[in-house]
């Protein structure tokens, strides 16, 4: 069981705004641990498309921005694209666990 | 640049032992702030993380699986090993290796992955 939750999916047309959002607890976002965002397609390795809640890899699309406040984060794409349908996984780290948390994942289907 | 790569059996007996091998590239493990992590992903479930290794051959694991898992490194092979006990069907997933950001907890690069199926 994840300890940060997500939105099992969302969808929006090519072109149209998404967000993802991950909440925590006091234990992980809320203990203030950097939230970071993950992409998984099939076929290709995961790759990290945020880093520290709100840093851009580089390489990584400026469609792709990161927030976070309180205890939770989002991801959002702006100017959807087809190449974006994916699984999405935020990760943060928890105190309470003294381990590695993930979110519960979320499938963006493109229109 | 950074490559990671898993390899193992993709069927494992339950109660057998698990090992699967992390072979990387583009870092050296014997660097200060290098660490390799596991993580796994069950069908239905989240990701999970396993175990990671540090340079200093420092060791971590999760709690919930840590009396069954084990994780070693071959610096010169630039490998790092995972070992499993007493497998069970639940441990069946796709597990992956990736390269912790050096003194970070994020996961910069991730190998492909490798499906282990636990079947008698």
């Known amino acids: 069981q994840s300890v940060l939750t997500q939105p099992p999916s969302v969808s929006g047309a090519p072109g149209q705004r998404v967000t993802i959002s991950c909440t925590g607890s006091s234990s992980n976002i809320g203990a203030d641990y950097d939230v970071h965002w993950y992409q998984f397609l099939p076929g290709t390795a995961p790759k990290r498309l945020i880093s520290g809640n709100i840093n851009r890899p580089s390489g990584v699309p400026d469609r792709f921005s990161g927030s976070k406040s309180g205890t939770s984060a989002s991801l959002a794409i702006t100017g959807l694209q087809a190449e974006d349908e994916a699984e999405y996984y935020c990760q943060s780290y928890d105190i309470s666990l003294s381990g590695y948390v993930f979110g519960t994942g979320t499938k963006v289907t493109v229109l | 640049q950074v490559a990671l790569r898993e390899s193992g059996p993709a069927l494992v007996r339950p109660t057998e032992t698990l090992t699967l091998t992390c072979t990387f590239s583009?870092?050296?493990?014997?660097?200060?702030?290098?660490?390799v992590i596991w993580i796994r992903q069950s069908p239905g479930k989240a990701l999970e993380w396993l175990a990671r290794?540090?340079?200093?051959?420092?060791?971590d694991y999760n709690t919930s699986l840590k009396t069954r898992l084990s994780i070693s490194k071959d610096t010169s092979k630039n490998q790092v090993v995972l070992t499993m006990t007493n497998v069970d069907p639940a441990d069946t997933g796709t597990y992956y290796c990736?390269?912790?950001?050096?003194?970070?907890?994020?996961?910069?690069?991730w190998g492909l992955g490798t499906l282990v199926t636990v079947s008698s």
């Open positions: 990736a390269r912790v950001r050096p003194f970070g907890y994020e996961f910069d690069f």
């Open positions: 583009g870092f050296s493990l014997s660097t200060s702030g290098m660490c």
């Open positions: 290794i540090d340079w200093d051959d420092d060791k």
